[in-house]
């Protein structure tokens, strides 16, 4: 099973950030960078979640031949009141890394994804207003009581990015002081260090170079008004000053 997860909301960039960690030659593959276990396929068992990820003996071969611990991993949802408990329940500690992007920037993504798969025909702007009324001032309630799959179907925009709001949940199995915190966009513009220093993290050696990993193709004509990221950066605002205070880092998102 895995020593290490990537937390993250959709279109936070954790599989790019996945996919560039597992070019170490320490870390071995995995049948799926998602086996979704914690959020949506937990009925098939533990053996089939097992069966995911190199074996014990596998291990213990590849570290006999180059004489080096080896490491497994895997994203995993960071929204669900349930997943971070399934996760303590099954595998007790793992080394965790949290990847968060701007939410303004990671609405709009899911947004621009949303018309390119024809689920979406509204304007980014009347998406936003029809989400607000159904959830404004429920927000946290929200949170607590939705499935995991609900808060991703339904709530697409703003609710995925109330970081806080899920951080908050997984403290309460696994210290935040604990975990390492990427910021996406710290990803994006300097990749290599960022991947290093999640190998530091994971207490093996730094690389000198990756092949970067496609990340999702956010490239459309349709471009975010300023008012309208005004508008959103000013609904997130109140929630990215107490995610600041809770991580003790300021990612200066606007």
Not at 6 to 12: A, I, N
Not at 78 to 85: A, C, N, T
Not at 149 to 161: A, M, S, W
Not at 202 to 212: A, D, M, N
Request: proline content about 4%.
């Amino acid at each position: 099973m895995p020593d290490f997860i990537v937390c993250g909301t959709s279109f936070c960039a954790k599989t790019f950030l996945y996919n560039n960690i597992n070019q170490h030659k320490l870390i071995l593959n995995n049948l799926r960078e998602e086996s979704g276990f914690f959020l949506d396929t937990n009925e098939n068992g533990l053996n089939w979640y097992k069966s995911n990820f190199p074996s014990f003996y596998y291990k213990k071969l590849f570290e006999a031949i180059y004489g080096k611990t080896s490491f497994v991993g895997e994203t995993v949802n960071l929204p669900g009141y349930f997943v971070p408990k399934r996760v303590f329940n099954i595998l007790k500690n793992p080394k965790i890394i949290v990847i968060l992007r701007n939410p303004v920037d990671r609405a709009f993504a899911r947004y621009l994804e949303e018309i390119r798969n024809g689920n979406e025909t509204k304007s980014f702007e009347d998406a936003l207003e029809n989400e607000l009324n159904l959830i404004k001032n429920h927000e946290e309630e929200i949170i607590k009581t939705k499935s995991p799959l609900e808060l991703r179907n339904l709530f697409l925009y703003r609710l995925e990015g109330l970081y806080i709001e899920y951080l908050k949940q997984w403290n309460e199995y696994f210290p935040i002081k604990n975990m390492h915190i990427v910021k996406a966009e710290s990803l994006f513009s300097e990749p290599l260090d960022t991947v290093n220093k999640c190998f530091d993290f994971l207490g093996i050696e730094h690389i000198k170079k990756i092949t970067l990993s496609e990340k999702n193709n956010e490239k459309n004509k349709l471009v975010l008004k300023k008012e309208t990221r005004d508008k959103l950066s000013e609904y997130f605002e109140g929630y990215n000053q107490k995610l600041y205070q809770f991580l003790g880092i300021d990612f200066g998102w606007a």
